[in-house]
């Protein structure tokens, strides 16, 4: 079956959508009534479906029922999911103390790598394309040059951070 204007994926992804939407209502989805949306939204959460699947299934409805079989009213009753939103797992003062004295290698390289990347919130492409011109000693910052986004920046360079870096450049 082919669908006009919709790339073959998209018309995958809307097949599998629609049959899922005619099995649960038994009955075609453009007969469908506002009650019957809701127990099949209800229906697609008791089995566990994630926000990605739910959504995706809500969005070809919306489609199907703004293009396909023109029903407007319809999308009035669609209720998307928001995915939880999880905080990061923050480690604690001694987990990172540890984690920079058991730092690979011989000398500093790795310790200094590991305390920029930590201390100033650096990524770690920012950190491998660091120069010693990029630390400024006088204002207590660290340049950042085309990091995410192709976007410069500067971060706070803390004392103890300088002292490191010194040690390591020595």
Same mark, same amino acid.
């Given at each position: ?24 209502? !038994? ?56 995915? !939880? ?86």
């Amino acid at each position: 079956m082919q669908i006009k204007g919709l790339q073959p994926k998209t018309q995958t992804m809307y097949l599998r959508a629609m049959r899922d939407c005619t099995r649960f209502p !038994a009955r075609a989805p453009d007969n469908a009534t506002p009650e019957e949306l809701r127990a099949f939204q209800l229906g697609m959460k008791e089995r566990g479906a994630g926000p990605a699947a739910f959504n995706n299934r809500l969005t070809v409805l919306s489609f199907f029922f703004a293009t396909t079989c023109p029903r407007p009213e319809m999308k009035r009753h669609m209720r998307y999911q928001r995915a !939880a939103k999880k905080f990061p797992v923050a480690l604690s003062a001694e987990e990172v103390a540890r984690i920079l004295q058991t730092a690979p290698g011989p000398g500093r390289r790795y310790r200094a790598a590991f305390s920029v990347a930590y201390g100033g919130g650096l990524r770690t492409s920012e950190v491998t394309h660091l120069k010693v011109g990029d630390i400024d000693s006088d204002r207590m910052l660290i340049r950042i040059e085309q990091g995410k986004g192709r976007k410069d920046r500067h971060v706070m360079l803390s004392p103890s951070l300088l002292h490191l870096l010194r040690n390591y450049y020595r």
